[in-house]
Structures are given as C-alpha cells and as structure tokens.
C-alpha cells in the first residue's frame, strides 16, 4: 500500500479539501486527486463524497480514518527505530563468556554501559572457548569473549589471561613466586573440563613436561574449584580472570621452564556478518575498559610475560 496515498487520505480529511492537502504535502492537485482515486480502487471502496466546495468522508471513509493513521504512526516509528539502529542507539546484542569472565570482567562494565546506551538491550549466554567458536559460526551471538587463536574471526585484543594456581597459605608451594608445572607432580588437582581454554593450556604444558596431573575433580565453573581448595581438598588450576576472594587462599601463576602458560583474551565476532554500529560501540568500549579493569592483574605481578599475538586486520 502506498503511504503517500495514505497520506493524503488523512490530509485531505483533515483538511477537507484536495487543494490545501495538496499544498500541505507539496503535490499538485491533481496528482493528489490521483492518489485519493488510486487508494480507493485499491480497498474498493469510496473515500469521500462531494459536499459544495468541501470534501466529507464517506461512512466507509470514516471507519478506515483511525486505521490509516495508525498505519502512518507505525511507519514513522518504523523509520524512527531503523535510524537510530543505523545510529547504534538501539537493539539486541548478544555475547557470549565463560561464567568467569562474565562476573569478573562484564558484570563491573555492564551498569555503566547501559548508563550510556539505554537503549541497547544485552543478552549474555555462558559457554566454554570451544562453545563460544560454534555460536560464533552459526550467528547465535554478535561476540564471543575468547582466548586468541586460529579461525575465521575478526579480533580485538583484551589482555593476557595466565592459568593459576590456587591453594591454602599453608600449603607447601606457598614460597615459590610462580609454580612450574613439574612442582604439581604428586598434587591432586582440581582442573576446568577440557573445553575450557586454561584447561588446554595447562594439559599442553604438562604434555611437554611429561606431567601426569593426578585430577580430582573437572567442573564447568572455576568457583566450585577454588572453593575445594578452600577446604584443602587440593590445588585449583583456574584462568587468571577468576574471583579468588578468601583470604586463606593463595593463588601463583604457572610456568613450564620460565614461560608463562596462558593466552590473550580477544573480544571476537565472524566478519562473515554484518555488524550493527552498537556492536562496534561495545567492542570499542569494551576494549576500553580491559585496558584500565581487566580482572586478575593482582595475581601475575611475578608471571613472565605472555607474548602479545599479532592479529590480522579486520
């Protein structure tokens, strides 16, 4: 349906007359006419019924009256809603995190965020790295929180996120600065499952080292991990960005001969996609933040430096 024919229909109706509609929409008056003519051959019915030198609606003029400008408030606010999508200042973005890098670096970000776009609404999903990669793929979200790596993604860096470990004050490893894998040799861990990218990290390392790790326990969450450490049930290898808030426990980055064990977190989305400008403003923001708040620096004031991986251009 034409919405200038629309248009028209509510102008002249208001108006009561085709010349100063016309003039009011800046048509001439017979290509109003032709609109008002148009508009009615297509619903079948008569608008509007000669009056002297006045126009008046017909009854089935009047009952498709508030209907017609209902029909115009919507595709006003239509364009209204596109432009400030166009403008990023609303829609839906979607990431997706571990649930440790959602409390420690989303949830303190997130309050002020919606502070200064209030109209962009942010859904969070959990997942593993290897979770997070298959979402990605399938357009499930607009970014992934995730380690650094090889894949069809567009990147921006974050900051480096050191595997720890984590364990009583009274323990025996409480003098060393940084832990070497080997010194864990006769431990019982308390690990992230294997999809988890510390988890990849630290089997990597003892791979090299000819480590056996004597596992305990694999959970999804790095909370439930250090909260057995707590209790001494043994030693917790979480990512960095963990919230290691008891006072008995003790947490020290991981080496294997000198070298950090750890990646570069990135904020990732599939260039394959088309980007709102929103989501381009979070990232921007995002990054931000990491530079000033990335959670866990605490920790790694002895960790050897993690190389910073170079990224392809977006």
Known sequence: MNLRALQMFVATADSGGLGRAS???NLSQPAASRQIHSLETELGVSLFQRTGRTLQLTAEGEGLLRQARRLLGDADELKEQARQLKGGQTGTLRISATP????SLLAPFLPRYRKR??????????????????????????LAIMPAGDGPFARRLLAPVHALAVHLKAHRLRRLPVIDVTDLLDEPLLLMQ??????????AA???????????????????????AAVGYGVAIVPSTSM????????????YRGSAIGQWSTVA??????????VEQFVEELEQHAKRHFPGREYLRAAPPLPRPVLPLP
Do not use: K
């Open 194 to 203: 294997r999809e988890f990218g510390s988890r990849a990290w630290f089997d």
């Open 117 to 142: 776009h209030p109209g962009i609404e942010v859904h969070l999903m959990e997942g593993s790295a290897m979770r997070q990669r298959t979402r990605l793929e399938r357009g499930e979200i607009h």
């Open 100 to 103: 440790q890098m959602i409390v």
């Open 23 to 25: 003039t009011r929409l």
């Open 244 to 255: 290691i808030r008891n006072p008995a426990l003790r947490a020290a980055p991981l080496t």
């Open 269 to 278: 989305r599939d260039p394959r996609r088309a980007t709102p400008r929103y």
């Open 206 to 228: 003892c791979a090299a080292a000819q480590v056996r790790p004597r596992v305990m326990l694999e959970s999804t969450t790095a909370t439930t991990l250090i909260e057995l």
